[in-house]
């Protein structure tokens, strides 16, 4: 026994020894410490991109069960409302609110696939939305795609205020297929549903037995793939439009075919001119949602998926429709089309509307939306790999052109020679292998001539490899941003389920128009943004043209040039959130809505991104350094923050406010701290709070025109208006620390 274990302490001092020459062999080889050193260099700049740009992304929570990238897209379902399906605003538009929220107004998207995924059933998206009014209740049928089958169920949700908040209820239909387009209706005191389910190679429906969730298979109504089926009764029949992308000679995307029946229960016949549509799909043959009746013409939603599957809706109205001939021409949808990109819940597609006319006359629909184009997640991979190999190829090139790694080819390589047999017979062996060899002499004399050459210590060569180092560097940045980036949006954060939208109002005067210029070009991209209100103090005012906005940007001149004007109460303010912020900061858009996230929370604090820390006796004005120092602060700059317009502006212009506006008036400074002041003689609790940026730039840095340049000078002033403002309202709260938040977001 103890010689087996000397045997065995001698294996294993062995093999410790083997271990060690190894990596001391790893330590002195070249081509090791070459590609550790490369692997350091693009850990480095990619780490350094992430923190700079990728971050600035809303990016997936990789602990989230459901939301997770898809091939299909990031669908979510939009709710519009009008006098007229021709003429269809969003909710954000109708002023609907939600106090329970904070959401004032309540905005698209009303249903995504945190909806479903918070109700206990994991989606990455939803889409095909389809209403089902009763009374008052509104229910909403739609494709959900859950993560646990990766494929389509057909989920149901409700909602009692006319869709301005809506409980996700279940899966109302799950088949071992997938399931989309769950097209929904009643006829002769029945439920029934119609759900596309192609795989199966027939069009099935089926009926509620206890609606909404519980349902049974009716029967089968035509045994063909038909894809995106809709029904409507006109004119003494029911009519059937789908489309079957099986047919020879079909274009995918381009298809439409009609049938009739006298009940939508069938038998079912086909129109004589079918396929109304096979080859061009940018015509809107698809069905694009429910067909419907205005003014006694009907009209049918197509798909045009020119460019990208769902591109947009297409509506068309129907001049002719009988057994032996069909006309359509295409009208105006009358929805204005979205500009913000993929910072837009619908920005890059929406394919799909169900409107249908309430009781009250008026009209709702249902829309979806999706911020990214089709198969963009398997694209971004795709991209993300072939940056990260053509970076490594690089490394690999410049490791061997210096030496760091040999690249050997054997001059004798050939395709050796056996006996002769019957394959020698017939194959040219000999001949592959002199043209094997002389091949591999010439690349091998090739390669030793451009390392020789790219060796040599000139200009030309430096210049070379700096590019070929600018190339890696590009490479990195590419393979983090596709493979780290997410979907590239910076999106808005929902609360309590719902999203909302804020204003924006900056102050500035005509010496500073370049600034806003870039300040409205930027800021008007993001998601939850509604308005941009430009408070003009002085000099002659733009025209609201002169701005590349996507949302509306309005000039409010203003008699007088004082700092008071930026709070003034403004009724046409459509918000209760407004961010007020100066016209000299960048920031990043996911800041902002990470901003409004957390005043949504607490709509009574004042929440913004400059934190400072006011203390002393006398008390002292410091910089953001010395709150860093004591780990907290008690005030918010209101050159970054957010605030309800309703109380804060109210509150600015009281009477009892009135000598601290006389105070900023004649000292040009100090707006924001006497708001601070007011907010903490308005409330016992805490009445600020801090979000910590991933960026922010102040460009008034770079022109001659800032308040503040002399800095000294700037805080001996608003010291001086601490104290005055102390002995009107009170102190200021003791400290509220960093770092408070679960989500970091304060740190």
Request: hydrophobic share 40%; proline share 4%.
């Given at each position: 026994?103890?010689?087996?274990?000397?045997?065995?302490?001698?294996?294993?001092?062995?093999?410790?020894?083997?271990?060690?020459?190894?990596?001391?062999?790893?330590?002195?080889?070249?081509?090791?410490?070459f590609l550790l050193a490369a692997a350091a260099a693009a850990a480095l700049v990619g780490g350094a991109y992430f923190w700079v740009v990728v971050a600035s992304f809303r990016l997936p929570d990789a602990r989230a069960a459901g939301c997770r990238p898809d091939g299909e897209g990031s669908w979510s379902i939009g709710v519009y409302y009008g006098e007229s399906p021709l003429r269809l605003r969003p909710i954000e538009l109708e002023g609907r609110s939600n106090g329970n929220s904070s959401a004032w107004p309540v905005a698209n998207p009303v249903l995504t696939c945190a909806s479903a995924t918070e109700a206990g059933y994991p989606s990455n998206f939803v889409a095909d939305?389809?209403?089902?009014?009763?009374?008052?209740?509104?229910?909403?049928?739609?494709?959900?795609?859950?993560?646990?089958?990766?494929?389509?169920?057909?989920?149901?949700?409700?909602?009692?205020?006319?869709?301005?908040?809506?409980?996700?209820?279940?899966?109302?239909?799950?088949?071992?297929?997938?399931?989309?387009?769950?097209?929904?209706?009643?006829?002769?005191?029945?439920?029934?549903?119609?759900?596309?389910?192609?795989?199966?190679?027939?069009?099935?429906?089926?009926?509620?037995?206890?609606?909404?969730?519980?349902?049974?298979?009716?029967?089968?109504?035509?045994?063909?793939?038909?894809?995106?089926?809709?029904?409507?009764?006109?004119?003494?029949?029911?009519?059937?439009?789908?489309?079957?992308?099986?047919?020879?000679?079909?274009?995918?995307?381009?298809?439409?075919?009609?049938?009739?029946?006298?009940?939508?229960?069938?038998?079912?016949?086909?129109?004589?001119?079918?396929?109304?549509?096979?080859?061009?799909?940018?015509?809107?043959?698809?069905?694009?949602?429910?067909?419907?009746?205005?003014?006694?013409?009907?009209?049918?939603?197509?798909?045009?998926?020119?460019?990208?599957?769902?591109?947009?809706?297409?509506?068309?109205?129907?001049?002719?429709?009988?057994?032996?001939?069909?006309?359509?021409?295409?009208?105006?949808?009358?929805?204005?089309?979205?500009?913000?990109?993929?910072?837009?819940?619908?920005?890059?597609?929406?394919?799909?509307?169900?409107?249908?006319?309430?009781?009250?006359?008026?009209?709702?629909?249902?829309?979806?939306?999706?911020?990214?184009?089709?198969?963009?997640?398997?694209?971004?991979?795709?991209?993300?790999?072939?940056?990260?190999?053509?970076?490594?190829?690089?490394?690999?090139?410049?490791?061997?052109?210096?030496?760091?790694?040999?690249?050997?080819?054997?001059?004798?390589?050939?395709?050796?020679?056996?006996?002769?047999?019957?394959?020698?017979?017939?194959?040219?062996?000999?001949?592959?292998?002199?043209?094997?060899?002389?091949?591999?002499?010439?690349?091998?004399?090739?390669?030793?001539?451009?390392?020789?050459?790219?060796?040599?210590?000139?200009?030309?060569?430096?210049?070379?490899?700096?590019?070929?180092?600018?190339?890696?560097?590009?490479?990195?940045?590419?393979?983090?941003?596709?493979?780290?980036?997410?979907?590239?949006?910076?999106?808005?954060?929902?609360?309590?389920?719902?999203?909302?939208?804020?204003?924006?109002?900056?102050?500035?005067?005509?010496?500073?128009?370049?600034?806003?210029?870039?300040?409205?070009?930027?800021?008007?991209?993001?998601?939850?943004?509604?308005?941009?209100?430009?408070?003009?103090?002085?000099?002659?005012?733009?025209?609201?043209?002169?701005?590349?906005?996507?949302?509306?940007?309005?000039?409010?001149?203003?008699?007088?040039?004082?700092?008071?004007?930026?709070?003034?109460?403004?009724?046409?303010?459509?918000?209760?959130?407004?961010?007020?912020?100066?016209?000299?900061?960048?920031?990043?858009?996911?800041?902002?809505?990470?901003?409004?996230?957390?005043?949504?929370?607490?709509?009574?604090?004042?929440?913004?991104?400059?934190?400072?820390?006011?203390?002393?006796?006398?008390?002292?004005?410091?910089?953001?350094?010395?709150?860093?120092?004591?780990?907290?602060?008690?005030?918010?700059?209101?050159?970054?923050?957010?605030?309800?317009?309703?109380?804060?502006?109210?509150?600015?212009?009281?009477?009892?406010?009135?000598?601290?506006?006389?105070?900023?008036?004649?000292?040009?400074?100090?707006?924001?701290?006497?708001?601070?002041?007011?907010?903490?003689?308005?409330?016992?609790?805490?009445?600020?709070?801090?979000?910590?940026?991933?960026?922010?730039?102040?460009?008034?840095?770079?022109?001659?025109?800032?308040?503040?340049?002399?800095?000294?000078?700037?805080?001996?002033?608003?010291?001086?208006?601490?104290?005055?403002?102390?002995?009107?309202?009170?102190?200021?709260?003791?400290?509220?620390?960093?770092?408070?938040?679960?989500?970091?977001?304060?740190?």
């Amino acid at each position: 026994m103890a010689g087996r274990r000397g045997g065995a302490a001698a294996v294993t001092a062995a093999a410790a020894r083997q271990a060690g020459g190894m990596r001391a062999a790893l330590a002195r080889s070249p081509a090791a410490s070459f590609l550790l050193a490369a692997a350091a260099a693009a850990a480095l700049v990619g780490g350094a991109y992430f923190w700079v740009v990728v971050a600035s992304f809303r990016l997936p929570d990789a602990r989230a069960a459901g939301c997770r990238p898809d091939g299909e897209g990031s669908w979510s379902i939009g709710v519009y409302y009008g006098e007229s399906p021709l003429r269809l605003r969003p909710i954000e538009l109708e002023g609907r609110s939600n106090g329970n929220s904070s959401a004032w107004p309540v905005a698209n998207p009303v249903l995504t696939c945190a909806s479903a995924t918070e109700a206990g059933y994991p989606s990455n998206f939803v889409a095909d939305p389809f209403l089902f009014v009763q009374g008052d209740t509104l229910f909403l049928f739609f494709e959900t795609k859950t993560t646990t089958s990766i494929q389509g169920d057909i989920g149901v949700a409700r909602s009692f205020d006319q869709g301005a908040t809506w409980e996700f209820l279940g899966i109302a239909l799950d088949e071992a297929w997938h399931l989309s387009y769950p097209f929904v209706f009643k006829y002769e005191n029945e439920i029934y549903m119609m759900p596309e389910g192609n795989k199966k190679k027939e069009l099935r429906l089926y009926r509620a037995t206890k609606f909404p969730l519980e349902w049974t298979l009716e029967k089968v109504l035509i045994k063909k793939p038909l894809i995106d089926a809709s029904l409507i009764q006109y004119e003494g029949y029911w009519w059937l439009f789908g489309s079957d992308f099986t047919r020879f000679g079909v274009e995918k995307n381009a298809e439409l075919e009609i049938w009739y029946s006298n009940s939508p229960l069938g038998p079912w016949t086909e129109h004589k001119k079918n396929p109304i549509y096979n080859s061009d799909k940018s015509l809107g043959a698809r069905n694009g949602g429910r067909l419907f009746i205005f003014e006694g013409s009907l009209y049918r939603p197509g798909q045009d998926c020119s460019g990208t599957y769902g591109r947009r809706v297409k509506l068309h109205k129907v001049e002719k429709l009988t057994k032996e001939e069909y006309k359509e021409v295409p009208v105006n949808l009358g929805i204005e089309e979205p500009k913000k990109g993929r910072n837009a819940w619908n920005g890059m597609r929406y394919h799909h509307m169900d409107a249908q006319q309430l009781a009250s006359g008026g009209w709702i629909a249902v829309m979806d939306g999706d911020r990214v184009p089709s198969g963009d997640s398997t694209r971004r991979t795709l991209f993300g790999y072939i940056g990260f190999l053509l970076a490594i190829a690089l490394v690999v090139f410049v490791g061997f052109v210096k030496g760091a790694i040999s690249c050997y080819i054997p001059p004798g390589f050939r395709v050796p020679l056996s006996r002769r047999n019957e394959l020698s017979r017939i194959l040219p062996v000999h001949r592959l292998n002199q043209k094997v060899r002389r091949y591999s002499t010439s690349i091998g004399r090739y390669m030793s001539a451009t390392k020789a050459r790219l060796n040599e210590k000139t200009w030309s060569n430096t210049l070379f490899f700096c590019v070929v180092a600018l190339i890696g560097i590009v490479n990195v940045c590419i393979a983090v941003h596709f493979l780290c980036g997410g979907n590239g949006a910076e999106e808005a954060y929902t609360y309590q389920g719902q999203h909302s939208q804020f204003t924006m109002v900056t102050m500035t005067y005509e010496a500073r128009l370049w600034n806003l210029k870039l300040f409205v070009e930027h800021y008007s991209r993001c998601e939850s943004v509604r308005e941009i209100v430009v408070v003009w103090n002085k000099g002659n005012p733009p025209s609201s043209d002169a701005f590349d906005s996507t949302v509306p940007v309005r000039i409010r001149v203003e008699e007088i040039n004082s700092l008071n004007n930026r709070f003034r109460v403004d009724p046409l303010i459509k918000t209760r959130a407004v961010f007020e912020l100066d016209d000299d900061i960048m920031m990043t858009c996911t800041d902002l809505e990470k901003g409004f996230r957390v005043w949504r929370e607490h709509p009574e604090r004042m929440v913004g991104f400059y934190p400072r820390m006011i203390d002393g006796n006398p008390l002292q004005y410091r910089n953001e350094r010395y709150a860093r120092g004591k780990k907290g602060y008690n005030l918010i700059l209101t050159g970054a923050a957010f605030m309800d317009s309703e109380f804060a502006f109210k509150k600015y212009w009281s009477e009892e406010a009135r000598e601290g506006r006389e105070y900023v008036h004649k000292n040009f400074n100090c707006e924001d701290l006497l708001m601070n002041f007011l907010y903490a003689n308005a409330s016992s609790g805490r009445t600020v709070e801090y979000v910590h940026p991933a960026w922010a730039i102040d460009t008034s840095k770079l022109s001659s025109v800032a308040i503040s340049r002399d800095t000294q000078k700037h805080y001996d002033i608003r010291t001086n208006c601490l104290a005055k403002f102390a002995s009107i309202y009170g102190s200021l709260p003791q400290k509220w620390e960093f770092g408070m938040r679960e989500d970091g977001w304060d740190k």
